[in-house]
């Protein structure tokens, strides 16, 4: 590895340390190290729904930003890949917020398709984890316009993105009929 340059290593830093708060709280929510408020409002039971709706979209966003960057329209490029940013931000307050509030609910055992939802689920979280760091360093690098290394880290990050939002679209698809609060 070449040697950073001070700015980098701080942005390596603080990449490290952004993802790592991230991992540590999602790891906290789902072990219940944090006590659950008594009350849940009511808008909380809307946002398993809106995370979904919200990886489909990044999905969708990925794949025109990854055409219009092999068409060569950087400008187009960068705007979707910072919406994709900006709502994947949105996404983990409102995935930290919801699994705060709410109960976790567990997949049926007695449901045939329990091994592939485990399956996609498990995949989906680790994959969460080691993406975030390559999507933040990625558009580090495009944001500075350091073509070489931004194209070096998204030949990972891109496909790892792609592959978390749909998976966590297809986990959210089915494990929704299981959850305590569904809306018929």
Excluded: Q
């Amino acid at each position: 590895m070449s040697k950073l340059l001070p700015n980098e290593k701080a942005t390596f830093r603080l990449v490290a340390v952004v993802s790592a708060v991230v991992l540590l709280l999602v790891l906290f929510l789902n072990r219940r190290v944090f006590p659950r408020p008594d009350a849940t409002p009511e808008i909380i039971y809307i946002l398993p729904a809106l995370n979904a709706i919200i990886n489909g979209t990044c999905f969708i966003l990925l794949l025109v930003s990854f055409y219009y960057i092999r068409k060569k329209r950087i400008d187009i490029h960068k705007k979707l890949n910072l919406t994709a940013f900006f709502l994947s931000a949105i996404f983990i307050v409102s995935y930290i917020t919801y699994h705060y509030f709410a109960e976790e609910t567990h997949f049926p055992k007695d449901n045939p398709l329990r091994g592939f939802y485990l399956f996609i689920l498990i995949t989906h979280i680790i994959l969460s984890a080691v993406v975030l760091p390559l999507v933040l360093l990625s558009f580090y690098y495009g944001l500075k316009m350091d073509v070489k290394k931004h194209k070096r880290i998204t030949r990972f990050s891109l496909p790892i993105w792609l592959y978390v939002t749909l998976t966590g679209v297809l986990a959210y698809l089915m494990i929704s009929p299981y959850y305590p609060h569904h809306f018929n």
